[in-house]
């Protein structure tokens, strides 16, 4: 009996204890709601209402002739309140709004957007993305008259976020130079070196917590506007850019090489005109996926285009001239345990030092190295550092390379290190510092900073300007520069370069070609260039080009890189009038002096003609003439051009030609250069659609 008391008395006294905490709880809760619950409310808003940053929209990127690079244009992403739009509204124009979203974005139908949108609204959700596709501002004005959406943002609830983004009116033209910034800040080329002026100054902005990680603006007068980024003016002739690239991609497939990069540099300022890297990709295509040219996976060891700093060593340092003879024997010569080869089977047998360096001798150039700087070996090295190729140059872009020059202190330096360097191996370098070497030899010995960057501007009030900055006033005397120029000549004139020769004006360069290592020996696979400038007697331009491991049977640089040089250089020749030889004067037309005016649209003739001086005179009012020469001035006859028929395009150059040949519909095939000097189709015959019509050039 006792026993069942007791249990009674302690089941009583812990329901007691249950109920009192309960109680006590219900008090609690209650004194928060009615006593504290305002101070919570101001607690609850602090987590829910945050002034987060609103970033400002990025300055633009310019060419050098104020062509637009880059761009921040305004994009959208749609969102949605479903809970504001009234009643009968919503029920109205709900089908017809899930209609024209779905017939937009085309990712769902209709009745997907319409139960995505009501789910919502009955589950009084204030903030939904109808789409994660960014629209424009075109289309967002068109969505802006949609049902629902036409009530506007307080009683139609539509929400349209703003979001810059970047835009590149060329496409990937220079696509790794103009760059790219991800969203913490990191990246790439102009768009990542030059972040401080092109950020601009973020703004501040409410924003409402919504669910989860989800944060809706609130508008309100309390934000803090941002302000734009500075805009950049690049060194960039968009022009230029196209002709490099265009050859190097050509040059690449045709060769399925791994890799392969273009630059060009103005001679006198160091303004790079063009930069082009092209990699193959896993899909077997090429493009800019790293900047070679710049970076520190493009050291490599340049090969023959050392040679240049090798006799310039020579030339500064020891007595030897030109004319001297050097005997290469078979076309090897051991050093120690190592043997070094000439490309020429059997040798070239007795050189000169010239002849040793336009047919680039490794024989020759190791040895004449070897045989003066072999006792002391710090001097050579030396010289390489008072040229200024030892160090990088700060370059505007992040990221650059810094050369390798192996030294007689070095663990892995040998007794066959210095000949072997003398030949572009143990050595690394850039593409760009490579080239930067040969611009100061045309430079008369100045080198100067490469620059990509020359201004800086804020609504077309300059900011900051990138003077051209002299790294170095004379890379060598004015006697070894002469010399040296003259060699580089010699390269195109008779040497490894000869298949590039026969312009209207000289290129002066080297070719180099560059055994690669694996697992620590050379293999039979090249790292090929060329680097020169031009034209040769007044450098313009300057300009390396360098093929990465080649297939097929051209893997050298005079095969491979020499002539993308030579077809950039004929490109930048033909459109840079400055480079052509003037005109002979025609004011004295008894000379018999007259431009190649044949045929071709009566207009550009005339605006030629009277732009050089050279009286013309017509009577026909058709558009495209012929020409005649009456004594002292071109007369203008009639070149009808009837539909259907078979046009007379003798005398016109291939473009003109072309047009008015295709424009009736026959196919084209063509040959030589110059103008047209014959057609296979007689002149007014029928021209029938698909027809084939060959016409030669002279």
Not at 171 to 185: S, V
Not at 622 to 629: A, D, M, R
Request: hydrophobic share 35%; proline share 4%; aromatic share 10%.
């Amino acid at each position: 009996m006792n026993i069942k008391k007791d249990i009674l008395l302690r089941a009583r006294l812990g329901f007691l204890g249950v109920f009192l905490g309960a109680l006590i709880i219900l008090m609690r809760i209650g004194y928060i709601q009615v006593a504290e619950g305002k101070q919570w409310e101001e607690e609850q808003e602090k987590f829910s209402l945050q002034f987060r940053k609103v970033k400002a929209p990025r300055g633009n990127i310019y060419s050098d002739n104020g062509s637009l690079l880059a761009t921040s244009l305004p994009f959208y992403k749609v969102a949605f309140d479903p809970t504001i739009a009234h009643k009968e509204a919503f029920n109205v124009g709900i089908d017809s709004l899930c209609f024209l979203l779905s017939n937009h974005f085309k990712d769902q139908s209709a009745n997907s957007y319409k139960r995505k949108i009501r789910t919502a609204r009955e589950k009084k959700r204030r903030y939904i993305v109808l789409n994660n596709k960014r629209i424009d501002y075109l289309q967002k004005k068109e969505m802006q008259q949609w049902p629902i959406f036409r009530e506007g943002r307080n009683q139609g609830g539509v929400i349209f976020e703003k979001v810059e983004q970047r835009y590149r009116p060329f496409g990937d033209l220079a696509r790794r130079t103009i760059g790219y910034l991800n969203e913490e800040d990191k990246g790439v080329g102009i768009e990542y070196s030059l972040n401080e002026y092109l950020k601009g100054q973020d703004g501040e902005a409410l924003f409402e917590k919504i669910a989860g990680r989800v944060w809706k603006p609130v508008h309100n007068s309390s934000e803090i506007p941002s302000k734009n980024g500075l805009d950049i003016t690049t060194t960039i002739d968009v022009n230029l850019q196209d002709v490099a690239e265009s050859a190097l991609l050509k040059t690449l497939q045709r060769n399925q090489a791994d890799y392969g990069c273009v630059v060009v540099m103005e001679v006198a300022t160091g303004e790079i005109k063009a930069i082009s890297n092209l990699k193959l990709n896993k899909r077997g295509n090429y493009s800019e996926l790293y900047n070679y040219a710049v970076g520190s996976q493009g050291l490599t060891t340049p090969g023959s285009t050392m040679k240049l700093a090798s006799m310039i060593a020579l030339l500064e340092n020891t007595g030897i001239k030109l004319t001297d003879s050097i005997d290469t024997g078979n076309g090897k010569y051991k050093y120690f345990d190592q043997t070094m080869e000439d490309d020429k089977p059997g040798g070239y047998g007795k050189l000169s030092v010239a002849d040793a360096f336009a047919k680039s001798s490794n024989v020759a150039i190791s040895k004449l190295v070897n045989d003066h700087f072999s006792k002391s070996p710090q001097q050579f090295i030396d010289e390489l550092y008072k040229m200024g190729i030892g160090k990088p140059f700060n370059f505007q872009l992040i990221g650059e390379g810094v050369p390798y020059i192996n030294h007689p202190s070095d663990p892995n330096w040998s007794g066959v290190s210095l000949p072997w360097m003398a030949i572009g191996y143990e050595v690394k370098f850039t593409p760009l510092q490579v080239l930067t070497l040969y611009n100061a030899v045309a430079n008369n010995g100045k080198m100067v900073k490469p620059i990509i960057v020359k201004e800086v501007s804020e609504g077309g009030k300059v900011k900051a300007t990138f003077e051209t900055e002299v790294l170095n006033k004379r890379v060598a005397s004015k006697g070894t520069l002469k010399k040296v120029r003259y060699l580089l000549e010699q390269v195109v004139e008779k040497g490894t370069a000869r298949n590039i020769k026969g312009t209207h004006y000289k290129i002066a360069g080297k070719t180099g070609t560059a055994k690669k290592v694996k697992n620590g020996k050379y293999i039979r696979s090249y790292h090929t260039s060329f680097a020169g400038y031009f034209p040769a007697d007044e450098p313009k331009y300057s300009c390396i080009v360098v093929i990465d491991n080649p297939k097929g049977f051209r893997q050298y640089g005079s095969d491979v890189s020499a002539p993308v040089f030579r077809e950039i250089a004929d490109k930048v020749y033909a459109r840079d009038i400055e480079l052509h030889d003037p005109m002979p004067q025609v004011a004295n037309q008894s000379d018999g002096v007259f431009p190649v005016i044949r045929s071709g649209n009566q207009k550009d003739l005339q605006l030629i003609c009277n732009e050089i001086g050279v009286a013309n005179h017509s009577s026909s009012t058709e558009e495209w003439v012929k020409s005649t020469i009456d004594g002292n001035q071109v007369n203008w006859r009639s070149n009808k051009i009837v539909e259907k028929k078979v046009p007379d395009v003798r005398g016109m150059t291939l473009r003109d030609a072309l047009f008015l040949l295709e424009n009736e519909g026959l196919k084209v095939n063509w040959s030589g250069r110059g103008r047209v000097s014959s057609q296979s189709l007689t002149p007014g015959g029928v021209a029938k659609e698909g027809r084939i019509i060959s016409i030669n050039l002279k």
